[in-house]
């Protein structure tokens, strides 16, 4: 399991692009998570699934609502990253209103989630396997804070406890 001092595994995350430009085009594009990282402050959360209750309501407008006191504490960007398709966290996004503040990325095989060792058997629940909900604070690579939630838990992955260690770490 990804633990603090940890590089982040080597892979890919889609997003959804709903405007082309700055060299991606309209629709998922992929990007490397080594390369999107490099140099970079990131505060990462992440979640069982789009549109579930916890997350529609609690998780992703923590940091929508903070997404200006995060880029304060010297945070480049904001990733949303869920095992679903990036069509579904593109659609997400949008009604969340998530655009300019928090990029919904799709790890829509799991890759990075099991690469990681952070994956949430939710089969018994008709979900399949998906992604334990945590936040951590990325820098350069480099996992910084780790933040992981007990099963079916909200409690310290929210938008307030990153914020307080992204404004304790200095890049």
């Known amino acids: 399991m990804l633990k603090v001092g940890d590089k982040l595994p080597a ?72 095992v679903n398709d990036a069509f579904v966290m593109g659609a997400w996004g949008r009604d969340q209103k998530t655009t300019g503040k928090v990029r919904m990325m799709a790890d829509g095989s799991g890759a ?9 058997d939710l089969t018994s629940r008709g979900m399949g396997v998906r992604s334990q909900r945590y936040s951590m604070l990325v820098v350069d690579g480099v996992v910084r804070s780790l933040n992981i939630e007990g099963p079916g838990k909200f409690e310290v992955s929210d938008a307030g406890t990153l914020l307080k260690q992204a404004q304790e770490i200095k890049a």
């Open 11 to 82: 892979g890919t995350l889609q997003e959804f692009i709903e405007v082309e430009g700055n060299g991606c085009s309209l629709g998922p594009n992929s990007f490397d998570i080594q390369k999107a990282t490099a140099g970079k402050k990131i505060a990462v959360f992440a979640l069982p699934g789009a549109y579930t209750p916890t997350c529609s309501a609690q998780h992703v407008p923590g940091y929508v609502k903070q997404a200006d006191d995060f880029k304060a504490a010297g945070v480049d960007e904001i990733w949303c990253v869920s």
């Open 112 to 120: 990075f989630t099991k690469a990681a060792g952070l994956e949430l």
